[in-house]
């Protein structure tokens, strides 16, 4: 009946279907970009968002999602911050026969049946595109390892800590650089997490830059923010970031765009944050009983410094 409250009705045109979610914080331009992108979709979709934010601790969300499990919640979707430790919670939402949307990032489940679709981004694919990259520029430059020996040494700014992100960034880049035929020109110094915020980017970069000074030609920052933190600190050092140290990025924020016109990095592999739409539609396809597909990532570019200012004035984020 239409006055019915009973969760089966949702969806089928006759009640709001609200829908929780679970957000990590918002560590970065990015995730700015993400949350935004979800509020204004869920909002075009005409689905009531039920909205939180962890600030960046897992505890947080699980709590989050308990109490979206006990507010009776139509569907529940969240970014993971890090990858395991999920197992319990989502046992307790597929009892309470709430589906369950897994967004950006990834999770380690002993059963994949806890969620009905995952919707996120191919972080080793921008690892991998972020090593190749670079191994391509520092040939097409004809660039020499600036302490006079026969490796260029990079170092790199990991994202959160167990993140799949960061895993697979790692990963991703590790692989390629294994599988380059330039394999041996290459060594990682060092490698540190930086949390995926413009701040411990900067202070990681300034360690980095008193322990291995005019070693260093290469930085790999698993994201912009992290690279945008950087800069200031090579350039506190009195080096030329872009120049003296090659720098790559994952993400393509309106930021790096902006660096990139100033010559102050060089490329940055997009990782697309705009899964609002994709999430509402799957949303209403599930709670309709269609079928929707297990995993999807969205689509992602790279882009070179010498596009970024004919690219900046179209960037959505
Ligand atoms: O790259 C970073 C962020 O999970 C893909 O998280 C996302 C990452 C993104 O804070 O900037």
Same mark, same amino acid.
């Given at each position: 009946?239409?006055?019915?409250?009973?969760?089966?009705?949702?969806?089928?045109?006759?009640? %709001?279907? $609200?829908?929780?979610?679970? &957000?990590?914080?918002?560590?970065?331009?990015?995730?700015?970009?993400?949350?935004?992108?979800?509020? &204004?979709?869920? #909002?075009?979709?005409?689905? @009531?968002?039920?909205?939180?934010?962890?600030? &960046?601790?897992?505890?947080? %969300?699980?709590?989050?999602?308990?109490?979206?499990?006990?507010?009776?919640?139509?569907?529940?979707?969240? =970014?993971?911050?890090?990858?395991?430790?999920?197992?319990?919670?989502?046992?307790?939402?597929?009892?309470?026969?709430? /589906?369950?949307?897994?967004?950006?990032?990834?999770?380690?489940?002993?059963?994949?049946?806890?969620?009905?679709?995952?919707?996120?981004?191919?972080?080793? =694919?921008?690892?991998?595109?972020?090593?190749?990259?670079?191994?391509?520029?520092?040939?097409?430059?004809?660039?020499?390892?600036?302490?006079?020996?026969?490796?260029?040494?990079?170092?790199?700014?990991?994202? =959160?800590?167990?993140?799949?992100?960061?895993?697979?960034?790692?990963?991703?880049?590790?692989?390629?650089?294994?599988?380059?035929?330039?394999?041996?020109?290459?060594?990682?110094?060092?490698?540190?997490?930086?949390?995926? =915020?413009? #701040?411990? *980017?900067?202070? $990681?970069?300034?360690?980095?830059? @008193?322990?291995? *000074?005019?070693?260093?030609?290469?930085?790999?920052? %698993?994201?912009?923010?992290?690279?945008?933190?950087?800069? #200031?600190?090579?350039?506190?050092?009195?080096?030329? /970031?872009?120049?003296?140290?090659?720098?790559?990025?994952?993400?393509?924020?309106?930021?790096?765009?902006?660096?990139?016109?100033?010559?102050?990095?060089?490329?940055?592999?997009?990782?697309?944050?705009? %899964?609002?739409? +994709?999430?509402?539609?799957?949303?209403?396809?599930? +709670?309709? *009983?269609?079928?929707?597909?297990?995993?999807?990532?969205?689509?992602?570019?790279?882009?070179?410094?010498?596009?970024?200012?004919?690219?900046?004035?179209?960037?959505?984020?």
């Amino acid at each position: 009946s239409n006055t019915s409250s009973d969760k089966s009705s949702a969806g089928k045109g006759d009640k %709001q279907i $609200v829908m929780g979610f679970s &957000q990590i914080g918002a560590e970065s331009e990015w995730r700015t970009a993400h949350t935004k992108d979800i509020k &204004q979709a869920a #909002q075009d979709a005409g689905i @009531k968002l039920i909205f939180s934010d962890a600030q &960046q601790k897992q505890e947080n %969300q699980i709590k989050a999602i308990r109490s979206f499990i006990a507010q009776g919640v139509d569907i529940i979707a969240f =970014t993971p911050i890090v990858e395991t430790g999920w197992d319990t919670v989502l046992k307790e939402a597929k009892d309470a026969k709430i /589906p369950v949307i897994i967004v950006d990032r990834d999770v380690k489940l002993n059963d994949d049946s806890l969620y009905v679709a995952k919707i996120g981004t191919d972080s080793v =694919t921008e690892g991998q595109n972020a090593f190749k990259w670079i191994d391509e520029y520092m040939k097409k430059q004809n660039k020499k390892p600036r302490d006079g020996g026969d490796k260029f040494n990079i170092v790199v700014l990991e994202g =959160t800590v167990g993140s799949s992100v960061a895993v697979r960034r790692s990963q991703g880049f590790t692989e390629a650089m294994k599988a380059s035929p330039d394999a041996s020109k290459y060594e990682i110094l060092a490698s540190q997490t930086g949390e995926f =915020t413009r #701040q411990k *980017g900067q202070e $990681v970069m300034e360690s980095f830059l @008193k322990s291995y *000074g005019d070693k260093i030609d290469i930085l790999f920052a %698993q994201n912009d923010d992290m690279a945008l933190g950087a800069i #200031q600190a090579i350039e506190a050092a009195g080096l030329k /970031p872009g120049k003296d140290i090659t720098i790559i990025s994952i993400d393509g924020v309106k930021g790096i765009f902006q660096a990139m016109i100033e010559g102050k990095s060089n490329c940055t592999v997009e990782c697309n944050p705009l %899964q609002g739409k +994709l999430l509402m539609e799957t949303a209403k396809k599930i +709670l309709k *009983g269609e079928k929707v597909e297990k995993n999807v990532f969205v689509k992602e570019g790279v882009f070179p410094a010498d596009t970024a200012k004919d690219t900046l004035p179209s960037r959505k984020y």
